[in-house]
């Protein structure tokens, strides 16, 4: 297990090289911070969450329910984000519903972590890594 | 001027004593740390935004444009957080609006920082203060 600071965070956001999207979409509850520190570096205000609680059904089998989809209509270039793309599971299946829903929009992903085992490459991230993570948030 | 670090978010979150809500609503963005924060403290995956985006119209008059209200009718208590309760203006009509549509919910608010001048005095606040804080989302 690897413990992911604040201090990580910080380093991680200097960092970043991208373009200032039109909209943040936060997955929560992963994202949520991210998202937050994004729209500070960004100066935007257009920051919304979309909810993804997945459950396992058995060992095998993940089910994941996405609710609380936003009013994107405004704009052109959303930026979702999320802590880590793990299974993969949940960006694949956000990124399914936000296209069906608004075919003329440009998504791309961020996530904090990729494991190379994942379903699913963000766009960008952070790190790379087979680790379990414990962020800081998590620490209670 | 006051710097609020993360290290004085968490000696503030381990003051915490309130009862678990059914559903955690973040103002957006101030509230979006705080929410994810509380959510693992809680461990609850209810975590809501709703946003509210404030004008200055002119030296004395505050506009505040609130939107992206929630699905919130399958809870009960519900716990809205923002970063701080300064003018107060934030609060008051978030609290209007949510009370109009949701007359048999509970509502609570915390905030981290509540200023005697406010208008609105939270629930539950961290720290009351009358200087301008600068919290380490905002250090960019």
């Given at each position: 297990m690897?413990?992911?600071t604040y201090d990580n965070f910080r380093d991680d956001l200097q960092k970043l090289n991208i373009l200032k999207p039109d909209a943040i979409l936060a997955i929560?509850?992963?994202?949520?911070?991210?998202a937050?520190?994004?729209?500070?570096?960004f100066d935007i205000r257009e920051v919304f969450t979309i909810?993804?609680?997945s459950y396992e059904k058995t060992q095998k089998k993940e089910t994941i329910d996405i609710f609380n989809i936003?009013?994107?209509h405004?704009?052109?270039?959303?930026?979702?984000?999320d802590d880590i793309s793990d299974s993969g599971e949940t960006f694949?299946?956000?990124?399914?519903?936000?296209?069906?829903?608004y075919k003329n929009l440009n998504f791309k992903?961020?996530?904090?972590?990729?494991?190379?085992?994942?379903?699913?490459?963000?766009?960008?991230?952070?790190?790379?890594?087979?680790?379990?993570?414990?962020?800081?948030w998590e620490k209670y």
């Open positions: 690897k413990d992911y929560a509850r992963g994202g949520l911070t991210l937050h520190h994004l729209a500070e570096i909810n993804a609680v936003p009013n994107l405004s704009y052109k270039n959303i930026l979702i984000v694949k299946k956000v990124l399914k519903i936000l296209k069906e829903k992903t961020l996530a904090i972590f990729y494991k190379p085992s994942s379903k699913f490459k963000p766009d960008f991230y952070f790190q790379e890594t087979n680790e379990w993570i414990r962020f800081f």
